[in-house]
C-alpha cells in the first residue's frame, strides 16, 4: 500500500485548490512574502521569500494535513488519524487532529530531531501520540500503514493524495495575490513532491506562464529519479541529513504534474545548501531547516535573466540548534576551508613541532587532532584537521606536505572515514 491509495481522493484541480484556500482560512497562516535584499544584490534578481517557516508549525506542511482532514466525515474522525512524517507533517497532523478534536499517532524515524518530536506533542495539545519506529522514514510509513490497517484509523499522506496537494498548492495562489501577478519564476523545495505538484496545478491551469523549478537535495533527488525512468522509482540509497526532504520514492499523484507539465527539477549539494542555510541565519535573521534552505540555495544556478522577479519558499523553520556544528563543518568542507589528513609522523623526537612550525601556514588551525591507534603513538598514524582562512591557501599547505617528512593521505570526500567524520 502506498500513500495514493488513501481512500475518497477527489481530482488534482485548479478549483480543488482554491478550495482548499477557503478551507484554510483562519487555520494556516498567510505568510508574508518578503523581499530579500541580500539575495537580490547578490544575483542580480528581484528575489522574494515566501515564508512558510512563519506558519504554526513552521512549514506548510499544516496546509495539506489540514485540507486532507477536514474533508473526512464525523464517523471517519472518530476512529483517529495515523501518519507517517520525518518532522513537519507530524507537527501539520498534530495540529490538525487538536483543530478538528481527534486522535492521533505520528509515527517517525529515529533520525527526526527531538525539537520536531517535541513539537509535535505540544502542536497535539494532548490529542496525539509520537511513536519511534525504524531508522528511516520508509520504516515509520511501513508501520503507519499497518497501525491503520489494525485499528482502522486514516492514513494521512504526507503528500500523495490530491486532498494533500492541493492544500499545498494554496501557496501560490498566497503568492500571486501578494506580488500583484505571478512571478517570473518561482522556486519550490522537493520531498515527495506534493507542493511542488499542487503549485504547478494552479500556475499552469490558470495561465500563468511562470517558470516552476523543484529543488532536491542531492542525496535524495527521488523526482529527478522519477523524471529520468518516467514512473516513480526507490532511490538506491537516501541521505538523511535534509531530513525534511529525505524521501526515497515521489508519489504517483505528485509525479503526473510534474511530468505533465515539464516541470524541471534540479538538485543542490548537502554543502551548498549548509552554507545557505547559515547565510539565511547571520545575513537575515531567518532559521532555516534544511529542506527550508533548498528553494534559496539554487538560484545562482539556474541562469535566470538580471531583473526576473523570483520567488523562493522558505518551506520550514524547524531546525535543531544541536545541528549546526554539523551544518557549519559542512559548510566549511564545501567552501574549500576545511580539509583532514591522515599524518605518519617520522620517529624522531621533534616532529610534531617541526609539523606545526614549517608546514602549517600563519593563519591556518588545527581543528582536529586524534591518534588512530592509541595504544601507539609512535607508530600510528593521527587524524588530523586543518581549518584555511582561504581556500587558496590548500595549494601552499599541500606544497610544503609534499616537502616535509611526514607521511600524509588526504581524506577525501567520498570515503568512508569522511563521512564518519560528518
Not at 505571478?182 to 500556475?203: C, E, I, Y
Not at 508519489?251 to 504534474?257: C, D, Q
Not at 549539494?269 to 552554507?275: F, Q
Not at 524547524?318 to 563543518?329: A, C, F, K, P, Q
Request: glycine share 10%; charged share 25%.
Amino acid at each position: 500500500m502506498t500513500d495514493h491509495d488513501a481512500p475518497g481522493a477527489t481530482p488534482l484541480s485548479a478549483t480543488a485548490v482554491e478550495e482548499a484556500a477557503r478551507r484554510l482560512t483562519g487555520v494556516a497562516t498567510r505568510t508574508p512574502l518578503e523581499r530579500s535584499a541580500r539575495l537580490s544584490t547578490l544575483t542580480g534578481l528581484e528575489v522574494w521569500l515566501k515564508r512558510e517557516d512563519l506558519q504554526p508549525v513552521r512549514s506548510y506542511k499544516i496546509r495539506g494535513a489540514y485540507n486532507f482532514m477536514a474533508q473526512l466525515d464525523a464517523d471517519t474522525l472518530t476512529r483517529g488519524v495515523v501518519c507517517s512524517s520525518a518532522g513537519n507533517h507530524g507537527q501539520g497532523v498534530a495540529l490538525a487532529s487538536s483543530r478538528l478534536r481527534t486522535r492521533g499517532r505520528i509515527y517517525v524515524p529515529t533520525t527526526t530531531p527531538r525539537q520536531k518530536r517535541d513539537r509535535i506533542a505540544t502542536l497535539g495539545e494532548g490529542s496525539v501520540e509520537v511513536v519511534i519506529a525504524g531508522d528511516t522514514y520508509e520504516e515509520a510509513s511501513q508501520a503507519a500503514y499497518a497501525d491503520s490497517a489494525r485499528t482502522g484509523a486514516t492514513l494521512v499522506p504526507a503528500f500523495d493524495d490530491p486532498r494533500t496537494i492541493c492544500g499545498q498548492g494554496t501557496v501560490a495562489l498566497e503568492v500571486v495575490d501578494q506580488l500583484g501577478g505571478a512571478p517570473d519564476a518561482l522556486l519550490v523545495p522537493v520531498g515527495g513532491g506534493g507542493l511542488l505538484a499542487g503549485t504547478t496545478t494552479w500556475l499552469r491551469e490558470r495561465d500563468h506562464p511562470t517558470r516552476i523549478v523543484g529543488v532536491e537535495p542531492a542525496g535524495a533527488a527521488c523526482m529527478a529519479a522519477a523524471l529520468v525512468a518516467g514512473e516513480p522509482v526507490d532511490l538506491p540509497t537516501v541521505d538523511s541529513f535534509v531530513d525534511g526532504a529525505a524521501v526515497r520514492r515521489a508519489g504517483v499523484h505528485t509525479f503526473g504534474p510534474v511530468r505533465d507539465h515539464a516541470i524541471e527539477v534540479v538538485t543542490v549539494d548537502e554543502g551548498r545548501l549548509c552554507t545557505e542555510i547559515l547565510d539565511l541565519y547571520q545575513s537575515d535573521g531567518i532559521i532555516a531547516e534544511p529542506a527550508g534552505a533548498l528553494a534559496t540555495a539554487a538560484l545562482d544556478t539556474l541562469g535566470l535573466p538580471p531583473g526576473s522577479t523570483v520567488v523562493c519558499v522558505v518551506s520550514g523553520g524547524n531546525n535543531d540548534v544541536s545541528r549546526y556544528g554539523e551544518i557549519l563543518e559542512r559548510s566549511l568542507v564545501h567552501r574549500g576551508l576545511k580539509h583532514y589528513f591522515l599524518v605518519s609522523f617520522p620517529q624522531e623526537p621533534g616532529a610534531l613541532r617541526r609539523f606545526l612550525d614549517e608546514v602549517l601556514g600563519p593563519d591556518d588551525d588545527i581543528t582536529l587532532f586524534e591518534y588512530v591507534k592509541r595504544n601507539n603513538r609512535e607508530l600510528g598514524p593521527a587524524l588530523i584537521g586543518i581549518e584555511l582562512v582561504d581556500r587558496d591557501d590548500l595549494a601552499g599547505l599541500r606544497e610544503r606536505l609534499e616537502l616535509s617528512p611526514v607521511s600524509v593521505e588526504p581524506v577525501e570526500s567520498g570515503s568512508a572515514l569522511f563521512h564518519f567524520l560528518l
